[in-house]
């Protein structure tokens, strides 16, 4: 999922709850007779409003147009909610005229998520190329209940990181890791 | 995502969704007007005499307008409730790593610890932006002190974590036969 999407949420629910309650304030308001107890007597939809359309054919082709404008807007909300920020390409181009390079996202999160396996107190791994502000890598790292935390996060960042960012070439790649502690019980040994 | 994201996004898609059928119905209903049709699904005839026999002190209208209100208020406290954080952010150590915690891991690591103090039955946790609660069911005849040594093991494991925001700790005991 997109964490765009909910930015954009936020910012068109606060639109429409604004505007929904400036209209339904102000026709409270009206309708209470905070404007004259005359205006509180007069139709919702006066004749003068009504009758407005009447002789301006451009009116009717303005509001179709606004409608065409609010579907599409409506539209590209919607498929906001579908757009994830999981990118399956990495672009490593240096310098165009050498040629282009990329690098599949599999290949790099599956040596992440391998590597990772390998640290002590790691139960499970896995890793994706997020494409928000520029591409990083999210992994995300189950240990056991009782992993060193401390102990696999130096790992995680000194040793998984390091080989990532130097597999990409860029030693500031970013990187989010996040951690599940607890998240499943160390594997029971038995003597037989 | 937390609940709360994924409450917004469901009721952003119904929302998109209600819009964008209500403006293109809204635009068929304009073309069959212009070419002289009769209304397509909305009776719009009968809604605009509704609206021109009713005034805004009319009952119905004003319940309509309060309507419109908590729709309004709903709306705008989805836009900014923030709820519970999905992950907790750790103290940054190397440049360009972030690193988090998972709420929900969290509280299960802090039930864990505190479930292994000693004269504790069971436990459940719960983190929000700034504290950490825990409720512990001591065995019946606890030893005094237990709610220290529960503090200490719940303040030792987020330590360990080492958050960003250092969190309160707030540990609550009931006794197992009192449940």
Known sequence: ?192 | MTATNWVTRVVSALLALALLFCSLLAVVELAAAALGRDSVLVPYHEWTDWLRTHSWNDRIVQALLVGLVVLALLLLLLAFRRGKPAALTLRNRTDGVDVTASRRSVEKSLAAAAARTSGIAGASASVSRRTARVEARTVALSEPGIRDEVQSAVRGRLDSLGTERRLRTRVALTTKDSR
């Open chain 1, 1 to 192: 999922m997109s964490s765009r999407a909910n930015v954009i949420n936020r910012v068109v629910l606060t639109v429409l709850g604004l505007l929904l309650l400036t209209v339904g304030g102000l026709g409270l308001a009206l309708g209470l007779g905070a404007f004259g107890e005359s205006r509180a007597d007069n139709p919702v939809l006066p004749e003068q409003v009504r009758t407005f359309p009447d002789g301006r054919p451009w009116f009717w082709w303005a509001v179709a147009g606004g409608l065409v404008l609010i579907a599409v807007l409506a539209l590209l909300w919607l498929l906001a909610q579908l757009r994830t920020d999981r990118t399956t390409q990495l672009d490593l181009t240096t310098d165009a005229r050498d040629g282009y390079t990329t690098l599949h996202a599999n290949a790099l999160t599956s040596a992440v998520e391998d590597e990772a396996l390998g640290v002590s107190g790691v139960s499970s791994a896995s890793a994706n190329v997020r494409e928000h502000r520029g591409n990083h890598v999210f992994l995300r790292v189950e240990l056991t209940d009782s992993a060193d935390i401390d102990g696999v996060r130096t790992r995680l960042e000194n040793e998984v990181v390091a080989h990532l960012r130097e597999g990409v070439g860029d030693p500031r790649f970013p990187v989010t890791i996040e951690l599940r502690p607890g998240a499943s019980k160390t594997p029971q040994r038995s003597l037989t």
